[in-house]
C-alpha cells in the first residue's frame, strides 16, 4: 500500500478504504527534533502497544481519536485525518522546555494545568504560538481552539487517572489533533512514554523518552516496565 507520509518514529500508509490509514510504528528514536537519532530494535514494537492500550483506555473514558484497531506488534489501522499542525501540551508540573524558557521551577505544580500550543514545524524548530498566532496563520479557528483545549484537559484528567493507579505521575505531554472529511476534530498521532513525561509517584524514577534524551538508563527497559504496569492495572 501507498505510503504517504513518514516521520521520525512512524509510517503512514493508505489503504483500500479511503477513511482509513495503516500506521506501522518504527524502531527509532529521535530526540531535540532529530538532533540525536539511534534504531531501537522492539522500541516501534512497545511505542504501538502502549499508543493502542492508551488510546483503548481513553475511549473507554469519553475521549474519542483516529484509534480504529491494533492489527499487529507493530501496526495500528486510524481513522484518515489530516493532522492540525499543532502540538497541543498539558502541563501539571513544570519541567523540560518550561523551565529554560520561562524560568519556572523543575518540580513547580501547576495547578490548574497549563495548556500551550506550538507550531507542529520542524524548519522553525516547532515555536510556541498565542491564540492569535493560530488565528492569523490559519491553523484553526476560535472555537476549534478551545474544543482543542478542552479535549486536551480531558485526556490530562484521564491520563493522570490510569498512572496513579500504575503508581506514576503525570508531569507533562504533547498531543496532536487531525480534522476528518467532514471537519470534525479527533486526537490523533500516538500517546507513548515518547510524548509524555511520566515519574515513579515513590521514587521519582522516570518512565518516560528523558531517559534516552538525558542517557540515564536504557529505553527499552524502561518503556517494557511502564507497559508491564499498564498491563497490570487494566
Ligand atoms: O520539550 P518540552 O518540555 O516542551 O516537552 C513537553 C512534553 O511534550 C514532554 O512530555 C515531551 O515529551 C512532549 N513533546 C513531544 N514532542 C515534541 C515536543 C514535546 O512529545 N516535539
Known sequence: ??????GKAKKVFKTEDPEVLRIEYKDEVTAGNGAKHDFMEGKGRLNN?????????LKKNG???HFIERTSETEQKVKAVHIIPLEVAVRNVA?????ERLGFKNGEEFTPPLVELYYKKDELNDPILTDDHVLRLDIATEDEIRALKEAALKVNAALIKMMNMMGL??????????RDKKG?????????????RIRDLETGENFDKDVYRNATGSLIDTYTKFYEKMEAVK
Open 1 to 6: 500500500m501507498m505510503l504517504l507520509y513518514e
Open 49 to 57: 502497544l502502549i499508543s493502542s492500550d492508551i488510546f483503548k483506555y
Open 63 to 65: 475521549v474519542a481519536s
Open 95 to 99: 519541567a523540560g522546555s518550561i523551565v
Open 169 to 178: 505521575k503525570l508531569i507533562d505531554f504533547k498531543i496532536e489533533f487531525g
Open 184 to 196: 470534525n476534530i479527533l486526537l490523533a498521532d500516538e500517546i507513548s512514554p515518547d510524548t509524555c
